[in-house]
Every structure is written in structure tokens, then in C-alpha cells.
């Protein structure tokens, strides 16, 4: 299952932008992050396809998803416009922004590609 951040969760495990002005990544392994809302039709569409990519990449790739409308301030700092949007968080260098309901197959090809 997908964990559910907050702004005081992502400081500490994906990015503390209130200390650091350069992308500086705070957590052990990569992830991926879910920017969505309820009543996102897409986002629904991407929730069970990042909960199997949850189950498959345990251990070796974080699953997180960020409700844009309870946490406005991580939305407006990534400069969110449409949802769903995911951000791809390898360990070294820097994240990349995939906007829409992507496909599983989509989905695997960028983490194996980029984040393992």
C-alpha cells in the first residue's frame, strides 16, 4: 500500500525545502509520489496500479501519495497543475515529473530505468 505524506513526513523522508535551497534527497531508498485528489477520476484509476508497484518494488522503492488538497503548500511547491501528477525520486540526482494516469507497464519502465 501507498503511504500518505504529510509536510512534516516529506521534510524528513523526501526533501527538507524549508533548509535546503538544492534538491538534496532525505530517504534510504527511492520512491515514487502520487499527487492526487478524491475526486480525481484518473487518480483512481492510478491507485491500485501504485499499490501492486508497492507490493512488487518492497523494500526496494517507496510508495507515497500526497492529497493535494489536504497539503497545498507540497502541491504549490512542485508547481502541481494537474493531477494525477507523479514524481519519480531516485536516490542520487535529481526527481522527474510524470503528469496523467500513467500505465503499470509506464510506471515499471521509469523505475527500473531511473530509480534502480
Do not use: H
Not at 524528513?12 to 520512491?31: A, L
Request: glycine letters at 6%; one cysteine or more.
Amino acid at each position: 500500500m501507498s503511504e500518505m505524506l504529510t509536510k512534516e513526513r516529506f521534510l524528513t523522508d523526501v526533501f527538507n525545502y524549508e533548509k535546503n535551497k538544492e534538491w538534496k534527497f532525505e530517504g534510504d531508498i527511492p520512491c515514487v509520489i502520487d499527487f492526487y485528489a478524491d475526486w480525481c477520476g484518473p487518480c483512481k484509476m492510478v491507485a491500485p496500479i501504485m499499490d501492486q508497484l508497492s507490493d512488487e518494488y518492497k523494500g526496494k522503492v517507496n510508495f507515497y501519495k500526497i492529497d493535494t488538497e489536504k497539503e497545498m503548500e507540497l502541491a504549490g511547491t512542485f508547481g502541481i497543475q494537474s493531477i494525477p501528477s507523479i514524481l519519480f525520486v531516485p536516490k542520487e540526482g535529481k526527481p522527474q515529473m510524470a503528469a496523467g494516469a500513467l500505465p503499470k507497464e509506464t510506471f515499471k519502465e521509469i523505475i527500473d530505468k531511473d530509480l534502480l
